[in-house]
T-cell receptor, first 115, second 112 residues
């Protein structure tokens, strides 16, 4: 089946710095990708929809200046957490639609720890 | 608006016993419904999906779920639990097949 990868799988950064997370569709093109955030022992919360060639669409309550999303190509979307704080520590997961089967292919997730 | 409610954040069953994980949804249009499993520090694995075909959906590892429109439910079952089934399970709804909205998850413990 289709594969979505994320890089890095784990990242530790200092408070105040920015960190970039990549989401790639490995064997298919995705004009749209989605970013989710998962708190410990909690569900996944949809953060934003990443659109290739245009601005991302953010869910209510998600700070667009805090979580910068760029969908530069049909196989790559990036999420940059700017001026990270410890409360941004979380598990970030991306997904891409399967293109017809009403299914999302999820990446393996990125564990962000802000110290 | 779409939403999912998973009753029971923790479920414990004995090995070999029936697994029943509950999911109720809210949607303004006929929904697509999904069950995913997540193992610690891993991404999501699709167990099964309902996309308006047969109301009884069979998935991987002997899991199945039944879409009941009158009850707005999509409960997940498995006849006989294995130790390897211990994980976090998420029900999700989507009206378009794009944005997914997840329930709060149910942690399944299998007791030997």
């Amino acid at each position: 089946g289709a594969v979505v990868s994320q890089h890095p799988s784990r990242v530790i950064c200092k408070s105040g710095t920015s960190v970039k997370i990549e989401c790639r569709s490995l064997d298919f093109q995705a004009t749209t990708m989605f970013w989710y955030r998962q708190f410990p022992k909690k569900s996944l919360m949809l953060m934003a929809t990443s659109n290739e060639g245009s601005k991302a669409t953010y869910e209510q309550g998600v700070e667009k200046d805090k979580f910068l999303i760029n969908h530069a190509s049909l196989t790559l979307s990036t999420l940059t957490v700017t001026s990270a704080h410890p409360e941004d520590s979380s598990f970030y997961i991306c997904s891409a639609p399967s293109g017809g089967s009403y299914e999302q292919y999820f990446g393996p997730g990125t564990r962000l720890t802000v110290t | 608006a779409q939403s999912v409610t998973q009753l029971g954040s923790h479920v414990s069953v004995s090995e070999g016993a029936l697994v029943l994980l509950r999911c109720n949804y809210s949607s303004s249009v006929p929904p697509y419904l999904f069950w995913y499993v997540q193992y610690p520090n891993q991404g999501l694995q699709l167990l099964l999906k309902y996309t308006s075909a047969a109301t009884l959906v069979k998935g991987i590892n002997d899991f199945e779920a039944e879409f009941k429109k009158s009850e707005t439910s999509f409960h997940l079952t498995k006849p006989s639990a294995h130790m390897s089934d211990a994980a976090e399970y998420f029900c999700a709804v989507s009206e378009t097949g794009n944005q997914f909205y997840f329930g709060t998850g149910t942690s399944l413990t299998v007791i030997p």
